[in-house]
Nanobody
Framework: QVQLVESGGGSVQAGGSLRLSCAASGYTASTYCMGWFRQAPGKEREGVAAIDSDGSTSSADSVKGRFTISKDNAKNTLYLQMNSLKPEDTGMYFC???????????????????????????WGQGTQVTVSS
């Protein structure tokens, strides 16, 4: 059974940085895409960044140049380095995993989001990020 456990959230002031981690275990797909999503109060969950088994990355326009997704295959850990944080980055951040065959690499964020909304993947429990102005 796939388990995803996030950590690293917290409260920071605008302009600050945080690094989120997601410890993963029990993969069922031979190749997979992993990603970070976030959900602000009263808003839909949205894709933030994704990384496939080859290490190719994608990120949402709202975080380009500020957030970096990476992974350490030896540690089975996914990361999200968040710099220059803004109050609008506040929300619950979720780690996600889905079979790579369900993700179009030319449109990874959108297609991974659809796959996750259709319950084809796995979610972590989330970690809260709060950015104050």
């Amino acid at each position: 059974q796939v388990q995803l456990v996030e950590s690293g959230g917290g409260s920071v002031q605008a302009g600050g940085s945080l690094r989120l981690s997601c410890a993963a275990s029990g993969y069922t797909a031979s190749t997979y895409c992993m990603g970070w999503f976030r959900q602000a109060p009263g808003k839909e969950r949205e894709g933030v960044a994704a990384i496939d088994s080859d290490g190719s990355t994608s990120s949402a326009d709202s975080v380009k140049g500020r957030f970096t997704i990476s992974k350490d295959n030896a540690k089975n850990t996914l990361y999200l380095q968040m710099n220059s944080l803004k109050p609008e980055d506040t929300g619950m951040y979720f780690c996600a995993e889905v079979a790579e065959g369900l993700v179009d690499k030319t449109n990874a964020i959108a297609t991974m989001t659809k796959a996750m909304q259709a319950d084809f993947g796995h979610w972590g429990q989330g970690t809260q990020v709060t950015v104050s102005s």
